[in-house]
């Protein structure tokens, strides 16, 4: 991230992060995508540097700060190892984000410590197998009796389910409300009648754990509703919205560090007596991710700051995802054509990042989704 948009603490924050990622995450990288395990030791380095509660108040343990400095967090994690980063974003922008911003005075003492602390990690359960983007017509039911809510039903490509200690799950009370039916609610770990699975074989980010989180007739306390009834849609569209933002920034640290190998690559490696870097073809290359990133790093700090000042930020936080998103999808594929062959074995970090980038497109909202919400909205401006 270029210096002249951050201050001077940003700028402290953003060297503490980046050193952190140099020493400890790039070097295990490898080794955690190899392993497709949860890296416990990643966690407890975020954890200790008081990234696991970034944007959370010191009142409830956090380590203060706003979407700024998330994205900031979020892109040095990210350029150092993008499992680490998506196992923060789903704790942070997704789980305990919801709690803390939706959930009562008495939730928020009991839960939100020991998540932003790193004590435990959060996960955020919304997709199900028979809907990914249409996140309204999910199955998972949730009827309340005596008090206590029972959930039934199931969800996939849950990121952190099989180490959370809490997870946010959304669960329809009537299905013919739609999406008025819908609520939110914290399941705790070892809940009676919670099974999770883990989904093994993904393509990238191997290292961050994906799972199928089932539930049968398990129980919820009434004290773990989040918010209202009836209002779990709204709250997750609201935490997608500014969870876009960090997910673009993670895709800001994949081009970022696709980027930094490729021109290290390009001025070792010689062809023709001289260093492909002197190549016009290569130079050009070079060039055209240079700015890829730099426009995307760009609107993304736009959409943060407009975020932190509570300005409007939704078609901001959509435009920052789809840009970063098929930007790093695109540098990183030009990352292995500069390093040629070598870029196509998994020896080169180049090709990690390569098969990390493709899901971005994908998560939190597809490139066609995020086109949909800025199409609405510059249709709707231009037709008054």
Known sequence: MTTQMLNEEERMLQRLVRDFADR???PRAQEVDEKEEFSWENWEGLSQLGLTGIGIDSKYGGSGGGYRQTVIAASETARGDVSASTTLIAHLSLGTSTIYRFGNEEQKQRLVPQ????KGVAAWALTEPGGGSDAAALQTTATEKDGTYFLNGSKVFITNAEVAESIVVFATMDRSKGNKGISAFVVPKGSPGLQINPQKGKMGIRGSGTNEVIFENTPVPANNLIGEEGQGFKYAMDILDTSRIVVAAQCVGIGQA???????????RETFGKPIANH???QFMIADMATQVHASRSITMEAATLKDENMPFHTEASMAKLLASEMCVNVSSQAIQVH???GYFKEAPVERLFRDARVTTIYEGTSE???LVIARHVLNEYSN
Do not use: N, T
């Not at 998540?115 to 790193?118: C, D």
């Not at 696709?258 to 070792?268: C, D, F, G, M, P």
């Open 24 to 26: 400890e995450l790039a």
């Open 115 to 118: 998540l932003a602390s790193g």
């Open 258 to 268: 696709a980027l930094e190998h490729s021109i290290r690559y390009a001025q070792q």
């Open 280 to 282: 016009q073809a290569i």
């Open 340 to 342: 040629g062959g070598y």
């Open 369 to 371: 989704v995020q086109r």
